[in-house]
């Protein structure tokens, strides 16, 4: 209708009945959330393990009905480390509020008007995070980690291989020049060990000789001492048994007596 080029929208009593219907929906809903929590929490379920012993006693058509209110009864029974801010501040109207109109009025007070509402009030979503999507390389090595990856890996070697060519060849170059260095160490470093244990022996077999001659000196010096000492005995004896000849001549009665004629 035009009132004076003025555009007026008449708004049916239809309409106006609707809308308000609309508007108490909301609450309505929240009216009814409300009622769950206070049943569980007059039924002992102020805390996290009774109240998921007195969900866990009601058939899955119950749980599925209320699945927001049961998502919002776990959030105000968080511990208070994990307990979100809204969570925090709806259990204290939960748990003092005297009747399901006090709690829902409480709540139209926080701004809630919806189990929705209410739910991302005191469990707020996270972002979601976007996915990125995966390079051909990042693909192939997750996959690789998989168990039982039997599939052709020519293509995507062909892919790195050209794509990555001249970055490749110098890793492989450097992993060369890496070995090579390694090897020469081991290489010097067996050298040395081997000169070292050749010089050991050598100084052990030049000590080996020593010793030997040292003991060969000192026996042929034993063996010259005793026979001198056999020597000096023998011509000791030589000349004992020759003096006791002469006398035993000399005492002799036959002897004496030519001596004394």
């Known amino acids: ?27 309505q809903a929240l009216t009814a959330t409300c009622a769950v929590l206070l049943l569980v929490r007059d039924a002992g379920g102020t805390n996290k393990k009774s109240m998921s012993a007195l969900w866990a006693l009601l058939p899955d058509s119950v749980v599925t009905t209320f699945a927001q209110a ?15 801010e809204g969570a925090k501040v709806v259990r204290p109207l939960w748990l003092n509020a005297k009747n399901q109109t006090s709690l829902v009025k409480g709540l139209l007070e926080l701004g809630i008007s919806s189990p929705r509402g209410l739910l991302d009030f005191v469990a707020p979503r996270g972002d979601k995070k976007e ?5 051909a390389v990042e693909a192939f090595m997750q996959a690789a980690k998989g168990e039982g990856f039997n599939e052709d890996m020519t293509p995507i070697l062909v892919f790195i291989a050209e794509r990555h ?3 490749m060849q110098a890793m492989l170059e450097q992993a ?16 040395a060990i081997e000169a070292k244990q050749a010089k050991a022996e050598k100084a052990k077999a030049e000590k080996a000789a020593r010793d030997a001659e040292k003991t060969r000196k000192h026996a042929e ?4 001492a005793e026979k001198l000492e056999s020597d000096e005995k023998s ?10 000849v002469t006398r035993e001549r000399a005492t002799h009665p036959k002897v004496r007596d030519v001596i004394e004629a």
């Open 131 to 135: 996915s990125v999507k995966k390079t």
């Open 176 to 191: 060369q020049a890496f070995q090579a260095g390694v090897s020469k160490d081991a290489e010097e470093k067996n050298a």
């Open 1 to 27: 209708m035009k009132i004076n080029n003025a555009v007026v929208t008449v708004v049916s009593p239809f309409a106006q009945a609707m809308q308000g219907l609309a508007d108490k929906a909301d609450n």
């Open 165 to 167: 060519a001249k970055a």
């Open 235 to 244: 011509a000791k004896a030589r000349a004992e048994h020759a003096t006791k």
């Open 221 to 224: 010096a034993l063996a010259e």
């Open 70 to 84: 049961k998502r919002v009864n776990g959030a105000i029974n968080a511990p208070d480390g994990k307990a979100s």
